[in-house]
């Protein structure tokens, strides 16, 4: 691995294949437009903190209507690297709290490398909608033409009538 000056900076848009991919990766219809620019600072016991912002536009459909809907993308990028990280080892059945109010643990920077792809890819998906919705759109249920609205209604149809 070539080694990082102290602080460097990077600016990265993915092509059209990954934009395609990332849009796969997340349910959309297309990611139009994606740049990230960071900057990376090694600090002098060689952990690497990755700052910037992850900008761009993604089409999703609406999850009522299946139109698509064009969102903007704007999230801030935080990250730490160390070469002394450890995965998280937890027992079954052990429960794990974690806090907002604490910082995240740092990513391992394995055999002098960091994998800044994974993590990126990481906070596209968490800066997309889950469930999109056009502004003004609401579910609203069939019409159901008994009045009965249990989830069952249909199984009651089916039971035959008279003695078994």
């Known amino acids: ?59 999703q459909p609406c999850v009522v209507t299946l139109e698509p809907i064009e969102a903007e993308l704007d999230e801030d990028v935080a990250v730490r690297f160390s070469a002394d990280a450890r995965p998280l080892e937890v027992e079954p059945g052990t429960e794990i709290e974690f806090s907002a109010e604490e910082a995240d643990p740092p990513e391992p920077i394995v055999d002098g490398r960091f994998d800044l792809g994974a993590i990126l890819t990481e906070f596209f998906s968490l800066s997309v909608e889950p469930y999109p919705r056009k502004p003004d759109v609401a579910w609203q249920s069939p019409a159901d033409d008994e009045g009965n609205n249990s989830p069952f209604a249909a199984l009651v149809k089916l039971k035959p009538s008279g003695p078994s």
């Open 1 to 59: 691995m070539a080694q990082l000056p102290s602080e460097s900076k990077l600016t990265l848009e993915p092509g059209a294949d990954t934009r395609e991919a990332l849009a796969r990766h997340v349910g959309a219809l297309s990611v139009p437009a994606l740049k990230v620019t960071l900057t990376l600072a090694v600090d002098r016991n060689g952990d690497v903190d990755v700052e910037g912002r992850l900008t761009g536009r993604v089409v």
